[in-house]
């Protein structure tokens, strides 16, 4: 019976490990599929072209996407893959200098989003309400936050109804694309805003369970917040769904699961110092009462 047991265990942890992997996998896919749109897009948000100083408002999907990988991964290796041992033994220095860069990089990002919520706050209401009229004064008309078109005789005929136009970026849409834009920027801004505090939290987390202070007003605090943070992102997450944004949907329900994973790591973490420090104790009582 205890063979059956132990076998049923392993293959447990086994496919909870691929499943993790799978996850992160699909994510990495995500990657290419943010490049793209980001690229397309650019070409009428940045008429003029780009330097590199503007990469990360150009590539802010993509950029954030990877950073925020190669961020998990790290707290994968973290709360998962190396020892206690290990860590304290100079990789968790390795994996600060990693994270730190990923840090910098989600930042710009997220100067990227804040710049693009900007853009969309730049719409102003047109007094003409036919499109047509607007051809040749506007280059582009935008569909959706991150999808635009050519302003042309063959579709400006869509654009009826009270207008909004960005004179900088020489754009036109209507008042409920406008509105949409604004909302989905918003939403935007506040998705990465709360994952850079998840990861404080996440850190905090971590030096908690180092410091063995799991059950102190610190560790509680810092699951109040989380749970608000992850309430916030799921909101976030069903909106898009509405939206119909599955691919904004899509992947903010991956990196929800992800970094629940990443939770379930540092649980089990906690599990297992919380047994070495029974192991110990009893050691130390055993010793006493030789």
């Known amino acids: 019976m205890p063979n059956f047991v132990t076998v049923d265990n392993s293959t447990r942890e086994k496919l909870f490990q691929w499943f993790k992997y799978l996850i992160y996998f699909m994510i990495f896919l995500n990657v290419f599929y943010w490049l793209r749109e980001d690229y397309i897009a650019s070409a009428y948000t940045f008429r003029e072209g780009f330097g590199w100083q503007q990469v990360g408002d150009v590539f802010a999907q993509a950029l954030d996407t990877f950073a925020w990988l190669i961020l998990l991964i790290a707290f994968e290796f973290e709360t998962s893959v ?4 290990k860590l304290e033994k100079g990789w968790k220095w390795v994996l600060n200098a990693i994270a730190g860069i990923c840090y910098l990089f989600i930042v710009l990002a997220f100067l990227g989003y804040v710049k693009k919520f900007n853009l969309t706050m730049g719409f102003e209401p047109l007094s003409i309400t036919d499109g047509c009229a607007a051809v ?11 999808e635009y078109i050519a302003l042309t005789a063959a579709n400006c005929m869509e654009l009826t109804g009270t207008l909004y136009a960005n004179p900088a970026a020489s754009m036109i849409t209507t008042a409920d694309t406008h509105m949409q834009l604004e909302w989905l920027a918003t939403a935007e801004v506040i998705n990465a805003g709360a994952w850079i505090l998840i990861v404080l939290f996440l850190w905090i987390d971590m030096f908690i369970q180092l410091r063995g202070m799991e059950h102190g007003r610190l560790y509680r605090v810092n699951v109040v917040c989380k749970f608000l943070l992850y309430s916030t992102l799921i909101i976030v997450c069903v909106y898009w769904g509405f939206e119909g944004n599955f691919m904004d949907f899509w992947d903010a329900f991956l990196w929800i699961v992800a970094f629940f994973l990443i939770e379930m790591n540092i649980f089990k973490w906690s599990e297992e110092i919380e047994a070495e420090h029974l192991e110990e104790e009893h050691k130390q009582e055993s010793e006493h009462a030789l």
């Open 82 to 85: 190396l020892s206690d041992e």
């Open 136 to 146: 040749g004064q506007y280059l582009s008309y935008a569909i959706d936050l991150d």
